[in-house]
């Protein structure tokens, strides 16, 4: 018995599994054959509706076969040439194929030529998952089209009402309608319309909405510098495939400079305020400013090795000290942030400076240290007593 619900388990397992991950979708263009649909402006509904079922069938399928996004499905054609199918026909290629969603593609017409804009509808009984269906492509089209947005809408229609699984209709424009059919005659606009409707099936379900067609590009990025830094950091990667430029981030919150791919690399030169361990990701994008990867890792930044030596109690005039390592090329002395005191290049990792003060008593003095480019590396501040 126990063998036997396994099996069952099983058997359900590998039969439902499929079935779940790829949707029937059951694509309906509206008319054709001996039936044009609506006629204006030299257009043929039929034509619309089965170009554009066409397109979405090829981006349904380069869904497909496309891994990186998207999602998997099996479409359903009722007509894939200009042919007669009767309303029940219809129905009936969905309901007795299974389809888990149907889609009616219509274009519209009205005696008043100044009626435009694009709808949808939705048996006015229509299940909870119509309406879903119906509102995510409904967005879906307005975004697309630009046509004017004439709401979501409920109706009786035969194909809405006789299908046994969640169904929608989308009329995409007016081709009675000068402006609406000039849009409808562009075959980038029907595109546009067919990934209208591919994006609003993907959102309803579940998946963010993805243009299989896009030329998809790839590429590595890697970090290229050692596990310890000094400031200022040279931060360095290199990258392969279609990765053009890269952006740094410390401790995934702080960007902290980006570079054009350039014949040395990427390379930054940044100042960390905070020294110590501090993770390191370096962010690749291609030409079309996708992420295409990235690399982290954790470096230990540190500033150059520097002292400030004169004494804290001492008498005029004051010989002002400090020490630093090959980092520093030279030290500027400062009282109170502001009177630059002397600078001094290296002799030796010492920086002398002699200096007389007018005033004696307690002073603020800071000594600050700068790399043979000039920029500061480090600083530190002194409190000394000066005697006469
Ligand atoms: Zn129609």
Redesign the pocket.
Known sequence: MKTLLHMITVFLFIVLAPLAAQPKICIDA??GGSDP??VGNGLR?SDI?LDIALKLRSLLNADTADTSGGSSWRVLMVRTGDTSVSLAGRTAYANSNGANRFISI??NSFSVASANGTETFRYRNGSTNSRLLQTAIHEELIDAGGLRDRGIKTAGFYVLRYTSMPAMLSEQGFVSNSGDAAEMAKGAWRTDMAKAHMYGLQRHYGVAAYDPTQSVERGTVTLNMGDTALNPVRLRARSSGDVVRVAYLADDRWPVGESANAAGGYAVDTRFYTVGQRKITVIGYGASGRELARDSRTVTVQNSAFVFTTPSVTDNPVALTAQGDANVASVRYYANDTYLLGSSSNRNSDFPVSYRFNFTGTRSLSAVAFDSNGNEINRVDHQIQIND
Do not use: S
């Open positions: 509206g008319h649909g609506a509904e509706n219509h274009a």
